[in-house]
């Protein structure tokens, strides 16, 4: 594989302490600014709303564009907004909240959204229970949209965006190989993201499923696998 000059990385369970908080690791922030430094491009690849990723991006002093809304959105300077489905998922949103009052909670972050909508999840050690209702309800009448669970909420995504084609369309717009690309993420809702890319990261507390896809997996969780990643990059060992 060429030397990596570009990383793609999740927000939520990657650059956080833990998948279990949204605080950031900072020694993670650290990290990717060494690299930044040392010229290597630097995206956060995330299902949030865009401007919560936009100012991440600015604030943590990232390089790369933005990519929100499960892949929904990019945006940068240079880029400006791309805007990739052909239909938002508003109306399945709408219709999920009314049917599944109190299993799914509103987020205050649809309320920026334009494709991708996020809820969360009333009782959390029902997680995986209520995503499983929503999906077996939400796929077979809305078949544009699919639903997916990052363990921080459900997404209703439009069928024909995901996070690796958002990253393929970078990559083509800004002349990387795909060789030269990185990309780590923690769920599921990652694989796309890591497919995308010559190597493709798993963060050792990420989903079994991630992991069997990943053609490396750090043995360190969240935000201490961006760290080793970082150091692997330093070191010229990819």
């Known amino acids: 594989m060429a030397r990596v000059r570009i990383i793609f990385t999740d927000l939520d369970g990657t650059l956080t302490e833990s998948r279990r908080t949204y605080r950031l690791s900072l020694e993670a922030v650290e990290a990717l600014r060494r690299l930044v430094a040392r010229g290597v491009m630097v995206s956060i690849v995330s299902s949030n709303a865009l401007p919560v990723v936009v100012g991440l991006h600015r604030y943590l002093g990232l390089n790369g564009p933005a990519i929100a809304e499960t892949g929904a959105l990019v945006y940068s300077e240079e880029l400006g907004l791309i805007e990739l489905p052909e239909r ?16 799914v909670l509103d987020t205050w972050q649809n309320r920026f959204r334009l494709y991708d909508y996020a809820l969360r999840v009333g009782d959390a050690s029902r997680g995986g229970e209520v995503y499983k209702l929503v999906k077996e309800y939400v796929e ?27 990253v393929r369309l970078v990559l083509g717009r800004l002349g990387f190989n795909p060789e030269e690309a990185a990309a780590v993420g923690d769920s599921e809702m990652d694989v796309d993201l890591i497919q995308a890319v010559g190597l493709g990261i798993a963060t050792g507390d990420a989903d079994e499923e991630l992991k069997s896809r990943a053609s490396l997996v750090i043995d360190e969780p969240a935000g201490r696998a961006i760290v080793r990643l970082a150091k692997l990059v330093e070191e010229g060992k990819i």
């Open 88 to 103: 938002s998922a508003r109306e399945v949103y709408v219709d999920v909240l009314s049917r599944f009052k109190g299993l």
């Open 140 to 166: 077979p009448r809305y078949p544009w949209v699919r639903v997916g669970y990052s363990k921080y909420a459900i997404h209703l995504t439009p069928r024909d965006v995901d996070k690796g084609r958002a």
